[in-house]
């Protein structure tokens, strides 16, 4: 099997809420998703998805891995797809770096592989190991009563994990916790996420605010190993590492010298299911949970999620994102869908879901 065409579609995901707040003034209300269509010579394709989640969130943007894209896309033309080895060789060596710009091709690759082993990803990924998983929604930063409020609504749905954006002043941020606090109960856990926002001092102010109450988890507090891992030695807030997790060496550093409990493996960050799947196999072997998701992204990002998170062995599979879920526009008829605060991979081979071409219109730019 031989890689023919590569096309490359455009379109815009907006936030289903209105504004998605985080700290820093970063404001999300629409973002540009890249989908990357594989074709091969035996008529199998494979599809994936990129998007960052604006320009400074972290060094990714939309315009950059179409560019990047451009650049990989040519190398690929004759490669089999199922050899995944081969692939990311291929990428290694026309561009340096870019991961979040490979990562639709790998996921692309992963898909067409399924099929052509008429297997699911999640079992290529090492196998099945449950039929559903947990998911968490984000809260966006807002006062304390508007948080509250979009988690009762959300716990309405089935969802019984929250991550709170934070990263304002402490006293503010721990009264948007103890709110959320207030209107949930045992079955719900809340992460305090300051996605790297505050500086040392105020994350070490925050830190102690927030040990006065239960079912808390503190995420990145700061926006350097550093900084939080000196947070992590002032508090027993169990710390989980978001941002900073690149590749194996930043995973090995975390867990080392930070004292992670847990990480947040973003399929995209760390350049596609490829890598992931070996991050995520160390996380489980070192005995560190894990959150699986992306930085953003429509139905082909979920389905990728959902295969990964779906393949990961359940006591160490924290929550995850369906980040479909939290957008307006569907490529692929909505699925997989979640139900009740709860996700699976949508049945089939690959990655299990059917895109409409003729929705994305025309390639932004194709190779062949």
Known sequence: MRIERIEVFGYDLHYIHGTYVMSGGR????????VVRVLTDEEIEGWGEVCPLGQTYLPAFAEGARAALRQLAPALIGADPRNLAEVNIRME????????????????????????????????LGGRRQERFPLYIAVPLGGAEEMAHYVLDRRAEG??????KLGGRPSDDAERVRR???VTDDEDIIIADANGGWRMQD????????????????????STLEECTQVR???TLPMI????????????AVVQQGGAGGINLKISRVG??????????????????????????GDVTTAAISHLAASTRPELLFTVSFMNDWVKEHIAGWQPRSRQGYGAPKAGAGLGVEVDVRGLGKPLFSAD
């Open 233 to 235: 030695r002032v508090t």
């Open 180 to 182: 959320v606090v207030e």
């Open 93 to 124: 060596g026309v561009l340096l770096g870019q991961g979040y710009a490979k990562s639709p091709l790998d996921i692309a690759c992963w898909d067409i592989l399924g099929k052509a082993t008429g297997q699911p990803v999640a079992t290529l």
């Open 159 to 164: 969802i019984h994990r929250f991550q709170l």
């Open 241 to 252: 590492y978001d941002e900073i997790v690149t590749d194996v060496p930043s995973l090995v």
């Open 272 to 297: 596609g299911l490829t890598k992931a799947r070996l991050m995520r196999d160390l996380a489980e072997a070192l005995g560190i949970s894990l959150t699986i998701e992306d930085t953003w992204g």
């Open 27 to 34: 404001v999300v209300s629409s973002l540009p998703s890249t």
């Open 203 to 222: 994350a070490i102010v925050a830190a102690r605010l927030l040990e006065n109450f239960p079912r808390v988890y503190l995420e990145q507090p700061c």
